[in-house]
């Protein structure tokens, strides 16, 4: 999973950690090759070309029509997810105003809110809170405590068609 981060001029660290450029003559080293893709992709909402998704696709999704099965994720869909969740959200932080992001689990969609630590600056962010709308409970959301790794590690998901 770090092949990618080379190509986009950051710095592999021995420890497997990477660092980069903050944009304001700093550097920045993320612990985990999944924190620099949700801090410096995810939490830009795809703002200046810049999206990340990893998805599998299963024998229906060849069989459908493209439309379906290689476009990004629909942004209404993601919106009603992040919605969803946003109760959950306010019981634990009243006054939070958080982005959210998503990643397709194979239990479901993981909504993840973030927010900056410094409002001025993209850097540094931090995840506040996660939670999982279970496929198979439908309607339920459930805060999530879950690694980076357990997020890896559920990522290869047949994503539902349409």
């Known amino acids: 999973m770090t092949g990618w981060a080379r190509s986009l001029g950051a710095e592999i660290l021995e420890d497997g950690s990477i660092r980069t450029d903050d944009g304001y003559g700093g550097k920045i080293v993320y612990a985990h090759p999944l924190e620099f893709v949700e801090l410096e992709y995810k939490t830009l909402d795809g703002q ?8 599998e696709l299963c024998d229906a999704h060849w069989e459908a029509s493209y439309t379906d099965a290689f476009c990004s994720a629909d942004p209404n869909v993601v919106d ?44 540094p962010a931090e995840i506040i809170a996660r939670y999982l709308l279970p496929w198979n409970d439908w309607g339920r959301v459930q805060p999530w ?6 997020v890896l590690a559920q990522m290869a998901v047949d994503v539902p068609l349409p």
């Open 48 to 55: 200046h070309g810049r999206s990340w998704e990893v998805l």
């Open 80 to 123: 009603g997810y992040i919605c969803r969740c946003r109760p959950a959200l306010r019981e634990a932080f009243p006054t939070s105003r958080a982005r959210a992001f998503v990643w397709y689990l194979k239990d479901g969609p993981l909504v993840t809110f973030h927010r900056r630590l410094n409002p001025r600056r993209r850097w």
């Open 145 to 150: 405590n879950g690694s980076r790794d357990e």
